[in-house]
Structure formats: structure tokens, C-alpha cells
């Protein structure tokens, strides 16, 4: 068995055939190339190395005993884990319908047999290319702490996510791939039919305290997945910018922070686990301090000074 790759060394690339001279011709064209290779002699086996590895690149031979190609491709695009992966198809059988199926499973390109070690290193060159660049952009989101996923409305599948947005999805929604929240598919299925005539629709926010997720769809990425990019916002830099700016204990700075929400006190009262008495008391603190009367008037003035240190802040 080949052992896990090293991911800093090469791309890796899963070829799978059943028949062992197709394999030893694309194995030597491939590891002369610098490529990592990992091979695969039946569906199944294929499956259990693409889990096992998360190769770069898939070779797909289509017509094979047991599971064929199509279905071995229809699989990996149902894991969010494989979904990402290129597939290249190759097949012997070069019928319109052969082919239309190839990219119907999920394949991206298909190649002829027999096989041309040097047409085959050519369009690797360039889906490994586009794949690299979509995971450079994944890399990039995550780290500037926006996490990413793509979406199946049809069926609802999570198919593809960054790190991040497992982590996010987990501690907001309690899931995980390939499972889609309830309530982020309701919003996109919802405003489908305006995306698709690219109409950005409203974000959806989900709250925790004074943590937000925002959620926004950003584009659609193949015929049928859309790619959703979530952020999370802690407002608890919100709350002691106002704390500062207009004078206020840290209490006091947090039940303005939720006024100017637009939460009642009762409310207020759950979010902060105190009695609305209390918040009520807060409040008049508040008033007294901002030399106002009325919540409009005290949120009106938090508002403005959020507005000034805060730029982006969505109220």
C-alpha cells in the first residue's frame, strides 16, 4: 500500500484502473512528472484511498467490473470531504452518451484510450491548476476568518466546506456534512430564484449572545451547488467602544448594545440572564448619564458613535 502523501511535496494523484498495464504506463509518465501517485485497481478500492488520502486529482478508468467509474464519481461528489476533488475520465468508449454521462457523474475532462501519457499531463496541468486556485481562495477565506461551503438546494447537501465552517456550523447549528442547517436552507431555497438572476439576496444572521454569524450567498459554482461564505462577528469590541465613547460600565454599555438591537427589555432580561427590573434599572442609569429620555433617543446616540469606530457594523 502507498503510504499518505506528503502534501508539501507534490500534487497527488489517484489512478484508478483494472487493468494493471494501463496503471504501470500512467504510473511512470506520472512520478517521472513529479507527481505523487496513488493506485487503485476496482471502485471500491478507489473509494477507500480517495477517503483515505484526498488525492489532488482523480484518473477514473469509466468501464470497470463490480463499480464502474460513473458510480465510483457519482460517490465521491456525495462526500463534502471528495466533493472538490477533478476527475478525469478514461474511457474506450467515445459515444456522445458515454461522454455526456462522464461529466453528468461529475468528471471534468475525459481522455481517450488508449492513453497518451503526455495528452493525459496536459489536462491534468490544467484542472490542478483551477483546483489550486479554488484552495488557495478557501485557504485565504479561512484565515482572514471567512468560512465557506458549498450547497445543494435539490437535495439539500452540505457538499464542500473550509475547516472553519465546520467548526461554525457545528457550534451554531449542532451539524455536520453532509447535513445542511434547516434555516440556512430554507434562506437559500427561499431566494433561489433571485440569485439566480443575480440579485444578492438579504444575509441571514444567526445570533449567540453578543456573537453573530452572518451568512451570505456569494455565487453558484457548477449547475446545481451554490457556495455560501459565513463570518463570524463577536460584537463584544462593539460593546466596550461604547462603554468607552459614552461613559458607561461594561453592564450598562451592553443593554444600549441590545436596544439599539432592537430587543425589549424582557428580552435584554433573557439574553443577560437578570430580571428585567434589573434592565429596567440599567436603563434609567443610562438615560440619566446620555442626559436623554427616551430608548430611541439612547440608541439613536449609541448608534452614531458605533457608526463613527465601527464603519461596519450592521445595526
Known sequence: MNPLPDRDCSDVVLVVDDVPDNLSVLHDALDESGYTVLVATSGESALQRAQQASPDIVLLDAMMPGLDGFEVARRLKAQAHTAHIPIIFMTGLTETEHLVAALEA??????????????????????????????QA????????????????????LMWQTPLARELLHVYFGTSAPETPAAVLEWLRRHLHDAERQIEPPRLNVERGPRRLSIRLHRQTGDDDWLIVMREVSDSAIIESISLALKLTLREAEVLYWVVKGKINRDIADILGASPATVKKHLERIFAKLGVETRTAAAGMAMNRIRQLHPNFEG
Open 106 to 135: 461529475g468528471g471534468v475532462d475525459y481522455v481517450t484510450k488508449p492513453i497518451k501519457p503526455k495528452e493525459v499531463l496536459a489536462r491534468m496541468g490544467v484542472h490542478l491548476q483551477g483546483a489550486r486556485l479554488a484552495r
Open 138 to 157: 478557501r485557504n485565504a477565506l479561512d484565515a482572514f476568518g471567512y468560512a465557506s461551503i458549498t450547497v445543494r438546494p435539490g437535495d439539500g447537501r
